[in-house]
DNA sequence: GTTAGCACTCAAGGCTTTAGAGTGCTAACG
DNA sequence: CGTTAGCACTCTAAAGCCTTGAGTGCTAAC
């Protein structure tokens, strides 16, 4: 673990920037010549053995020229990287199409999930606000047709779920209002957990409002149960223009654990721990877990407001990918829609 | 145009056969012997030959076997196809599954795609039931903090639409209930040409509920403009194992039109002309118009209670697609999403 | 510590060869 | 006349071979 010279670390650098750029295993001479390096290639040679020899660095084949390894990856964001912030101009235009779009926090992350793609030719994975615990807003509930119900439950954060219902008595528009005012009264700011001992300690007010309220409490349930909400991915084709992905197989293998929405949820709502930039974190090689992933890394920050509801948003791409770019810009979006969580739900 | 022979077809319809299970261009010793046919190879050759020249088989150079054109694909469909209709228990397997799922047309339209994509191991696409003209059933009105406003407005067809407001005035829940039972009077039934007639004529009920008022009429505006609604898509990677797309170019092409929502939206609006199977509707190679689809085939089918809400679910796949088995799937989904837009919207 | 020089390695791309599947045509057959 | 066997011909895909060139490690001199 001896501590790598200045000299190393800039070569360090340079491979990875060069490695980033072509995408071909990057050689002595060529590094000398591309940035006027003031020694020889044949100094820079044997730096790269030394960093060869570290495992910041590996060679396809013997006699090759050199490609970053997983921990050279992790050595250059943690510490050697340098940010390239989003220029003046695009920040605006990217706000500009945040108080253009639909409202609703639905349009909101799709329009980011767009801009982030566009702006990282990667995938962008974009999981919605949830609350951490559920808590209900609102109830209402529409009479469809005389024995049939819509519940429509708003939570905090701004999420919302319907259910409808199939009751035996026939129920009028101004009877459910009725009830849903009384749950309103008693439930609201009230998590799943709160509300089922309310419920059990009250007389029943009819068949009805009991149904109810057992249907409310289990989209409560169901809720609570899906730890990360909805996932929305944009620009998969963006990444098969890559060259680790031209052999499909790969290509299919990563497309596959998109797929894989309960993995996904699982992964991003791991986003605490892992090295820190700026509360945006990196995952490389699917964290030794995922081998669907095992050549991609993910880009990550959580955003909204803590303690009340948080969702994620990020790139996947191969980890040959820009961080300095991904980084600013996934730590910008995330700001911008925090922003909207908080304007619409406190 | 002269008619083909009954040897002809049948012989045509091996190849399809052939072709759709091997991928490889089909010869006429192949034939006779993996089918066991009466004739010798050198007759199915020149029956080869004539189908060949009338355009239904081509071959990919000279002297290599042969493989369906466009054309030859259109006729099969049309006429020579063989349905292989799902088994009982595959029906059953997906009827409960439906019966289990999470309510609500949302959660049914991603179960629909999945298990589509996963029957026919191709990229599902279901487009949610749209109202033909956007009526509204219900209005809530739902005070957020004392200066916001959260609408709900329930369409005809169980479409639902959100919209946030920020209002001068403060409101009490009280209140926006007065003005939303309002508003459920006189607008419950209407579409948005006949609300914004009644609006005019009527006396103003003060600055909120005018402010209500426009941001309905926009919301229903933006639904209205929106001819197809949202499009959900499942099954990507399982289209990548096939070999037309193992060049990544072509991947790529067609996974980008998935991106294009509008263009997908308009193309699925279509879904009445071209040839009919059943109610079952084949798009061959993007009728010719999208070139980034050539050579896919769209099996899709249009879902709902015409007349009041429909939406479209069909899988895109290569042209060389199992026709006799997408067809019936496509068709029993459709079946099923129909009678749950009937049950939950009549 | 740095650098020039040199012999060596090895993938990528181009070229050639080979094998085999498939064709079209002709002539014979019932 | 439709069908079939036989045969010469075509053309791709796969395998093998060669060449090229970028890149290396090592050594010896600066």
Redesign the pocket.
Known sequence: MSELTERQKVILSLVVHEYVRTAN??????LVKHYHLD?????V??E??AL?EAQYLS????????VPTEKGYRFFVSGLIQMRELPEETRHMIEHQFSQAQQGMDGWIKLAASILADQANAISVVSAPLPNRTRVKYVSLISITSKQILMILVLEGGQMQQRFMFVNETMTQGQLNEIAETLNRMFEGRNSEEIRVTAKHLPSMGNVADEIVRTLLNTLYDTDALQTGEVYTDGINKVLAEPEFSDSEEARRTLRFLDEKPLLQNFLSKTTREQKVGGVQVFFGGDGLLKDIANCSLVVARYGMQGVATGTIGVLGPMRMAYSKNIPTVRFLAGILSDLVSDSSQ
Do not use: W
């Open positions: 295993p990057v050689g002595s001479k060529n020694y020889s290639s044949a100094t040679r044997n790269l053995a060869t060679q396809p084949y013997t006699s090759a020229g050199r």
